[in-house]
């Protein structure tokens, strides 16, 4: 035994301390949906304005759009995509466009 009473018989521990690992938050798509009033120069303005694509991009996703229905024009997390599908919303509203944004958990 040792003569000191604070220490161990002998060994010498290493205290670790287990770090809870911290999950990534849950990814949104933002989705554009097709309807047969918005005009497609509408719908590519509101994909460059918002999503930040070059008039290329905003075309052929526009395209997609208007051909499938419904197309993912990104994945943020909840709170950026809440704001996209918010200030979307907002905009078609005030130009008065029944053009529809929603969200989905990825």
């Known amino acids: 035994m040792s ?3 604070d220490e161990p ?3 010498a521990g ?3 301390e287990t770090r809870a690992k911290t999950k990534r938050p849950p990814l949104y798509k933002v989705l554009l949906l097709n309807d047969d009033f918005t005009p497609m120069e509408f719908v590519v303005h509101v994909l460059e304005r918002f999503f930040g694509m070059n008039h290329a991009q905003a075309f052929e996703l526009m395209l997609q759009v208007h051909k499938k ?3 993912v024009v990104g994945v943020f997390s909840f709170e ?3 704001t996209k599908v918010g200030q979307v919303m907002d905009f078609a509203r005030r130009h008065q466009h029944p053009l529809q944004c929603t969200m989905e958990k990825e």
């Open 3 to 5: 003569d000191k009473p």
């Open 69 to 71: 229905g419904v197309a």
């Open 14 to 16: 290493v205290v670790t």
């Open 9 to 11: 018989d002998g060994d």
């Open 80 to 82: 950026i995509a809440e």
